[in-house]
């Protein structure tokens, strides 16, 4: 069974840094990988969706790298800043028909970025 | 640009209740998801539609049932609530399986 932990599960930082968030999954049979983001008491928002051929997507200030192999995805936030602040998401769909409508989620980590 | 719409936003339901969680989408999507987030336990898939006319179980389906009413709306229905299902649903959609997947703002339950 697919596993997705994320590391660490909240992070601090003060405005203008850059930071990554750590993805891990136990099984790389995957058909994609994707990142979002949750605002306290709002549903998730889509970030960046990288397939399993992909090794990097960046948008904006967000760059996410995959790889497979290791079964690790980082996202990394450049020069951070206040609104970034909410729970960010990883969750892969395995390659598996059974399982290709399932999203597997990690625990999330919950980013505030200070001021 | 409405996206993924669900209703009620809170509900309070005594145990043995029924009532059903509304969604629809306006994307023109092929696929849609019933999603539960409780804490320590992440996301949990309760049911999907990989398309109009077909549902399929997902990860934790016990004690819900889901109608595909038409290929934009998916409603989630609880015909007997227990307090385990105390918890907030998410709807979702997407294309089809694999592509990016637009979430609802969530409905929050309370079975007591």
Redesign the interface.
Known sequence: KQEVTQIPAALSVPEGENLVLNCSFTDSAI??L?W?RQDP??????LL?IQSSQREQTSGRLNASLDKSSGRSTLYIAASQPGDSATY?C?V?GLSKNA????T????TRLMVKP | NAG?TQTPKFQVLKTGQSMTLQCAQDMNHN?M?WYRQDP?M????IY?S?SEGTT?K??VPNGYNVSRLNKREFSLRLESAAPSQTSVY?C?SSQS??????????SWLTVV
């Not at chain 1, 290709?100 to 999203?103: C, R, T």
């Not at chain 2, 992440?42 to 898939?45: C, F, K, N």
């Not at chain 2, 399986?97 to 969530?106: A, H, K, P, R, W």
């Open positions: 058909y994609n994707q979002f008491g709002k549903g998730l928002t889509s969706l998401l969750a769909i290709g409508n399932m999203l989620f990690g625990g999330g | 993924v696929s998801y320590g992440g996301l949990r898939l999907y990989a399929d997902g990860e998410f979702a399986s694999g592509n990016t997947i637009y979430f609802g703002e969530g």
